[in-house]
Structures are given as C-alpha cells and as structure tokens.
Nanobody, 122 residues
C-alpha cells in the first residue's frame, strides 16, 4: 500500500522553527520528486518547495526562500522541510506529495499525504 505520512506540525510562535517529515511506505522515494504544499482556510493550495528525485535540486516559492529548506534522506525513505523564521501567514495544513518532475503545480503529483497542521501564533 503506497502511503505518505507527514509529521512534525504544531503550534509555534512567530520567529520559531519546525521541521516537518514526510515518510513513505509501500514504495521508495528514491527517484521521485517530493513536493511540499500548503493550504490555508479559504485559500488555494500552493507550492512551497520541492526536491528533485534525479539530481537533488531544490526549489522554493518566493514567500519561503531563505527561511524553508527541503532535504531528503533516501536511506530513511524520508523527506524533510525545515521551516525557520516562521510567520503567522505560514499557518496552513502542509502536505507532501510524490511526483515525476520538480514543479510547484500540484496536479502533477501522484501520491499525497494526509497533511499536518502548522499554526504560527503568539
């Protein structure tokens, strides 16, 4: 059974940090691009960052550049999203997804996790 499971979300104060994990089961992440997306209430899903399965290149949305870092550990079949200097506008449900190419277009991705809530508030 193909499954992606996110973890690491929670409540954090502005300026704080969180690290999200995306663990795969039923298939190997090696070779897949892994994307991180988020969706806040009343807003469309948006791409946050992704890491290529072919060469490890990373991409980030302008809104998170310099603050969020995506990485992967193929030995653990896990991808991470390190989020620093968090802002209230980062509040959303965060999803990871596996797909064939590095893109911020969510429709391209084949497998999705269930999401983890990140709330940035004082």
């Amino acid at each position: 059974q193909v499954q992606l499971v996110e973890s690491g979300g929670g409540l954090v104060q502005p300026g704080g940090s969180l690290r999200l994990s995306c663990a795969a089961s039923g298939f190997t992440l090696d070779g897949y691009t892994i994307g991180w997306f988020r969706q806040a209430p009343g807003r469309e899903r948006e791409g946050v960052s992704c890491i290529s399965g072919s060469d490890g290149s990373t991409y980030a949305a302008d809104s998170v550049k310099g603050r969020f870092t995506v990485s992967r550990d193929n030995a653990k079949n896990t991808v991470y999203l390190q989020m620093n200097s968090l802002k209230p506008e980062d509040t959303a449900v965060y999803y990871c997804a596996a797909g064939p190419i590095p893109t911020m277009t969510w429709a391209v991705y084949d497998y999705w996790g269930q999401g983890t809530q990140v709330t940035v508030s004082s």
